[in-house]
């Protein structure tokens, strides 16, 4: 007797499985998307017809924007910045970083001023890019979905010393930038979509620190 109670429990279940397994397929089908089942799991086939395009090729620059005359002759950076030793923090791993936005932008969009022994100096505390991966279960606990977030800031502190004045003297002359930008990728992507949105993330956050940069060299008075 409870063999037979054992066997009518067993396909009591397998029924219930047939009957999910049945309903699942159904959204699929009119979702156009199609599948194969192990057992009671669902897996997704996903194929490509056509090799997946080539690496991008990103640049950062700021030379589509005008120069800025200052007034100083010693432009300078520095860093007290120093990355944690994780695995999803990216920045040491990657050609564009919150870094080389800071190297970049003095470079292309400071003009010194010839003879004037004023000094700008850039201290970069903070410019870390932070991956993080998510995953969210879809109906029936079948399918999940994927979110590769991307989060990055900087912390620059401005300071400038004014002609006679030497590096490290209180001047009152001292302002901060801070930029918190985050970049998302969701559903099915590849590692060239994960380049792009990762450049996208340098990119605006380099667009920031343009225009936040301009705004303190003007509350210095020095542009």
Request: glycine fraction near 4%; charge should be positive.
């Amino acid at each position: 007797m409870r063999f037979i109670n054992l066997m009518r429990n067993c396909s009591r279940m397998f029924r219930s499985i047939n009957f999910v397994r049945a309903l699942y397929l159904e959204s699929l089908s009119k979702l156009g998307i199609n599948a194969f089942i192990i057992g009671p799991v669902v897996s997704l086939l996903i194929s490509c017809a056509s090799a997946p395009p080539a690496p991008p090729s990103y640049d950062l620059t700021f030379q589509h924007l005008p120069r800025l005359q200052i007034a100083a002759g010693s432009i300078e950076m520095k860093s007290a910045y120093q990355p944690d030793e994780v695995e999803n923090q990216i920045d040491t791993q990657k050609p564009q970083n919150p870094t080389l936005v800071v190297k970049q932008w003095m470079k292309d969009r400071l003009e010194r001023q010839s003879g004037s022994t004023a000094k700008l100096v850039l201290t970069i505390i903070d410019g870390r890019v932070v991956s993080k991966q998510e995953t969210q279960s879809a109906t029936f606990g079948f399918l999940t979905s994927k979110k590769q977030v991307y989060s990055a800031s900087l912390v620059v502190d401005v300071a400038y010393y004014p002609a006679g004045m030497e590096i490290g003297q209180a001047t009152g002359k001292d302002l901060r930038v801070k930029i918190v930008s985050d970049k998302a990728v969701s559903g099915t992507y590849n590692l060239n979509m994960l380049d792009e949105a990762y450049f996208m993330l340098i990119s605006d956050l380099a667009g920031e620190f343009d225009k936040q940069m301009h705004l303190v060299l003007k509350k210095l008075k020095i542009i």
